[in-house]
Nanobody
């Protein structure tokens, strides 16, 4: 049974940094492209960044390009989201997701999800 567990969220001031982690278990992590999504209060869940099986290719959303970096270490079964220069509009619950089928930008393309970690950016 594949399981994803996020950590690293918290409260940070505008301009601050946070690093989220996602630990994968229940399979071979290198078989799964993965991604981060987020959901702000009253809004739909949105794509943040995706990463290929090996980590050689990443696809950040335009809204976070240049500020957020997605990475993974398959030997550690872990994926990260380094978030720099945070803004109040980055406030959301952040989720990691994985699926064997391949990298994608849509929520429906991912079968496995973590429980989420709250990120709050104060102004």
């Amino acid at each position: 049974q594949v399981r994803l567990v996020e950590s690293g969220g918290g409260l940070v001031q505008t301009g601050g940094d946070l690093r989220l982690s996602c630990v994968f278990s229940g399979g071979k992590f290198s078989d799964y492209p993965a991604a981060w999504f987020r959901q702000a209060p009253g809004k739909e869940r949105e794509y943040v960044a995706g990463i290929s099986w090996t980590g050689d290719h990443t696809w950040p959303a335009d809204s976070v390009k240049g500020r957020f970096t997605i990475s993974r270490d398959n030997a550690k079964n872990t994926m990260w989201l380094q978030m720099n220069s945070l803004k109040p509009e980055d406030t959301a619950v952040y989720y990691c997701a994985a699926d064997r089928a391949g990298p994608g930008f849509l929520e429906s393309e991912y079968k496995y999800w973590g429980q989420g970690t709250q990120v709050t950016v104060s102004s």
